[in-house]
């Protein structure tokens, strides 16, 4: 006798999840490529880098490194790595005011937002919604929007006073 038929939506192939998951960890590495005069460069920086924006007004590159819980800052004209700061628990995603010189950095694990002066390095913390796992800046009107997944809102944060609202969604 023929299995009856799969009810619901069709099923995405698990072994493409987990091939595509074994790669990317086995590019996690430790170090940033970047080109010089069109010559690939190796900077390194922590461990499982995950996320990398550029400050074009300052030229810091800024990378998250997701398995060492830090932020690598490097100087663009020179290619070295100028500073390793710690961020919350397990960054997920990171973005930058080119305006303000502030990066922001959301702690996936943690509950929080990293927020970095690009001028000192200095960190402050910013408690959010759960797992916030992205966020966006608005340079017009220093606002920062970092989605919660796990708390089904947004956090909206004042770039001037670090002050938090929340939006549901």
Request: no cysteine.
């Amino acid at each position: 006798a023929a299995l009856p038929a799969p009810e619901g939506p069709p099923r995405r192939p698990v072994g493409r999840i987990l091939i595509a998951a074994a790669v990317a960890i086995a590019l996690a590495v430790t170090a940033v490529v970047v080109l010089i005069r069109d010559e690939p460069t190796t900077i390194a920086a922590g461990t499982w880098p995950f996320g990398i924006a550029v400050n074009p007004t300052t030229n810091r590159v800024y990378v998250m490194n997701q398995g060492s819980d830090s932020l690598t800052v490097i100087d663009g004209a020179t290619n070295a790595s100028s500073a390793v700061l710690a961020v919350g628990s397990v960054p997920f995603s990171l973005a930058l005011n080119p305006v303000t010189n502030k990066v922001y950095v959301a702690n996936g694990y943690g509950d929080t937002v990293s927020v970095v002066d690009g001028a000192t390095n200095r960190t402050a913390t910013v408690l959010t919604g759960t797992q916030p796992n992205s966020g966006a800046v608005n340079p017009a009107t220093n606002k920062i929007y970092v989605a919660n997944s796990n708390s089904n809102n947004v956090t909206v944060i004042s770039g001037l006073t670090n002050g938090v609202s929340s939006v549901a969604v």
